[in-house]
């Protein structure tokens, strides 16, 4: 028998992904043999995120040391999305290490305004942390070494702090405090709140059935229920579906896939009979667990907060009894915050007007450029005027 071409070409990956020495994650990577800077005793390396699968036994290691816990760091996860996501395309990875160890991981984006350079840590998603990975022993020197390469190529560093309590925050205020204006705080703005699901009745509870599972058969099959799912209720809702945006099916279809190995991605299914009326897709990091996606059945409404409710408790009766954090829950809102990384360079020249600096680079900088207009430059007169010192300019040329 013949298997369809969907079967064979999902067979045809994962094999893809299991062969060779580290399967489709690639080599390993070595900090020591990629091009990377020395500073304060760690070795930092800057590297598309697109190469982040050879970041993985490193990030297994000390995934459970994090500062914060996020599932949205995870190199498969991170991999995917840049290959996919064309909003990600241009993602980079600032790895931090020690000894081989790997102490910090910040997901990157340039960004370029007039005359200025700025680093960004973008929040991939609405239940995402917005903080980088930070090995918690070292967390401190790790982010000051990382803000310290960082300010070689760009002037600010901007990021997204939570009004709740966060320990990313305060190591960020705290290392900020002793500096005048160092760190700007935007307006507080609020996340973007689900609308509150419909309670199911007792007649539906009694004949649901849940069902999460991570095997990678499994969740191939869970994915497609629910995107079935979201398509439906797009439809009732007229909004445009997941699958309408080839670029996030591709990512969710491919970080599930790879992150189904790793037991890091699961699939929970709300099923009456054959029937699935809600679906969502649970990534997991160390003590956190992320809905990624979710999907209801647009004729049961009720069925979210059911699945809600028994994927909790499900995640209760785990060892490591991860928190299940949604888009905006316990969030008081969000502020864009901008970290000076070096002084602001001048607008003529460009010279970095620092407190150390000789008080007369200026002088010096306006003095080669007044030699500049005079030496032949074009659009300049190297003739000196004829008109006498004291004389009035005429009419038709007097400044305004």
């Given at each position: 028998m013949v298997a369809p071409m969907w079967a064979r070409s999902n067979q045809a990956a994962s094999e893809a992904m299991r062969s060779g020495p580290h399967g489709a994650r690639g080599a390993v990577f070595d900090p020591d043999r990629h091009a990377g800077e020395d500073m304060a005793g760690f070795r930092l390396c800057l590297l598309p995120a697109r190469q982040a699968e050879g970041l993985c036994t490193a990030w297994r290691q000390v995934e459970s040391r994090a500062l914060v816990s996020d599932p949205f760091l995870h190199?498969?996860?991170?991999?995917?999305?840049?290959?996919?996501?064309?909003?990600?395309?241009?993602?980079?990875?600032?790895?931090?290490?020690?000894?081989?160890?790997?102490?910090?991981?910040?997901?990157?984006?340039?960004?370029?305004?007039?005359?200025?350079?700025?680093?960004?840590?973008?929040?991939?998603?609405?239940?995402?942390?917005?903080?980088?990975?930070?090995?918690?022993?070292?967390?401190?020197?790790?982010?000051?070494?990382?803000?310290?390469?960082?300010?070689?190529?760009a002037t600010t560093l901007q990021f997204d702090l939570p009004q709740t309590a966060s320990a990313f925050a305060a190591l960020v205020r705290n290392q900020s405090s002793g500096r005048a204006a160092r760190l700007r705080e935007g307006a507080l703005y609020q996340p973007a709140l689900r609308s509150r699901a419909t309670v199911a009745g007792p007649e539906m509870i009694a004949t649901l059935t849940f069902q999460r599972s991570s095997d990678a058969a499994s969740l191939r099959s869970g994915v497609e229920h629910l995107l079935d799912c979201d398509a439906r209720a797009a439809a009732r809702q007229r909004r445009p579906a997941l699958l309408q945006d080839v670029g996030t099916v591709n990512a969710i279809r491919a970080a599930s896939r790879a992150m189904a190995d790793d037991k890091s991605c699961q699939v929970a299914l709300l099923r009456n009979g054959e029937d699935v009326l809600a679906a969502a897709l649970v990534l997991f990091a160390h003590g956190r667990a992320v809905?990624?996606?979710?999907?209801?059945?647009?004729?049961?409404?009720?069925?979210?907060?059911?699945?809600?409710?028994?994927?909790?408790?499900?995640?209760?009766?785990?060892?490591?009894?991860?928190?299940?954090?949604?888009?905006?829950?316990?969030?008081?809102?969000?502020?864009?915050?901008?970290?000076?990384?070096?002084?602001?360079?001048?607008?003529?020249?460009?010279?970095?007007?620092?407190?150390?600096?000789?008080?007369?680079?200026?002088?010096?900088?306006?003095?080669?450029?007044?030699?500049?207009?005079?030496?032949g430059n074009p659009g300049h007169n190297a003739a000196p005027s004829a008109r006498p010192a004291g004389a009035t300019a005429p009419s038709s040329r007097r400044a305004s």
């Open positions: 190199p498969l996860w991170l991999a995917a999305a840049a290959r996919h996501d064309s909003g990600l395309r241009d993602l980079q990875i600032l790895t931090v290490w020690r000894a081989g160890t790997l102490c910090g991981l910040f997901p990157l984006r340039a960004t370029n305004g007039f005359l200025t350079r700025s680093w960004q840590i973008p929040r991939l998603h609405p239940a995402a942390t917005g903080a980088p990975f930070l090995l918690r022993e070292e967390a401190e020197q790790v982010f000051a070494a990382a803000c310290m390469m960082l300010g070689t190529r809905i990624w996606h979710e999907a209801t059945h647009p004729a049961h409404p009720g069925a979210a907060m059911l699945l809600h409710e028994r994927l909790a408790a499900a995640l209760a009766r785990r060892r490591d009894k991860p928190e299940l954090a949604v888009t905006g829950n316990g969030l008081r809102g969000w502020r864009n915050c901008r970290l000076r990384l070096t002084a602001r360079h001048d607008f003529l020249g460009g010279f970095a007007r620092r407190r150390d600096a000789s008080p007369d680079a200026a002088d010096t900088h306006q003095l080669i450029r007044r030699a500049g207009r005079t030496g």
